[in-house]
């Protein structure tokens, strides 16, 4: 079965990090591009960053950028998402989300079920 | 505010046809044949239903039929069913960055 599983999220004070995981399976997760995109409660979508699948490229949302870092780790089918600093303004559930074909930005297929980061004092 | 506009709402009976804008600028919706269309249910996962303006994944119903005229996206659904009562969103590559739509709440009456 194809597969995204997010671990990591959890309560954070604002100015704090998180360290967001994806364990992909079910797929060559080497062959495809990753994202993070975000919903905050009752809000909608909002990409956050892209990386190809070989980790050449890398894009940020302006409202992450600087801030957060996204990597892959294709040996162990996991992406990655490094947050610094995080703001109020950051709480959301956070998907990974695969793009549907060879290193698209602009599709994404299949979804994790969403890791929920909330930062608050 | 989202970088894409569409409307809040929808609505539409059993077997009659909608369609859902999404209104961009000419630095993406206008410029990329990259507009992708997903549908959400509470609590649920976004699905992919169009992708590349009006391209259908494998397992999407040919309910559902995308298209773009300058600016403006679009996603049709015909022959309304109740499972499509669900929230729908645009996507669009710009540059280096993927923007949302706001979101369209479909109601099936």
């Known amino acids: 079965e194809v597969q995204l599983v997010e671990s990591g999220g959890g309560l954070v004070q604002p100015g704090g990090s998180l360290r967001l995981s994806c364990t992909a399976s079910?797929?060559?997760?080497?062959?495809?591009?990753m994202n993070w995109v975000r919903q905050a409660a009752g809000k909608g979508l909002e990409w956050v960053s892209y990386?190809?699948?070989?980790?050449?490229?890398?894009y940020y949302a302006d409202s992450v950028k600087g801030r957060f870092t996204i990597s892959r780790d294709n040996a162990k089918n996991s992406l990655y998402l490094q947050m610094n600093s995080l703001r109020a303004e950051d709480t959301a559930v956070y998907y990974c989300a695969r793009g549907y074909y060879y290193d698209t930005i602009s599709a994404f297929d299949i979804w994790g079920q969403g890791s929920m980061v909330t930062v608050s004092s | 505010q989202s970088a894409l506009t569409q409307p809040a709402s929808v609505s539409g009976s059993p077997g009659q046809s909608i369609t859902i804008s999404c209104t961009g600028t000419?630095?993406?919706?206008?410029?990329?044949?990259?507009v992708s269309w997903y549908q959400q249910h509470p609590g649920k996962v976004p699905k992919l239903m169009i992708y590349d303006v009006s391209n259908r994944p494998s397992g999407v119903s040919n309910r559902f039929s995308g298209s773009k005229s300058g600016n403006t996206a679009s996603l049709t659904i015909s022959g309304l069913q109740a499972e499509d009562e669900a929230g729908y969103y645009c996507?669009?590559?710009?540059?280096?960055?993927?923007?949302f739509g706001g979101g369209t709440k479909l109601t099936v009456l």
């Open positions: 990386i190809s699948s070989g980790s050449t490229t890398m």
């Open positions: 079910g797929f060559p997760f080497s062959k495809y591009s």
């Open positions: 996507s669009s590559y710009r540059s280096t960055r993927v923007v």
């Open positions: 000419s630095n993406d919706v206008g410029r990329y044949n990259y």
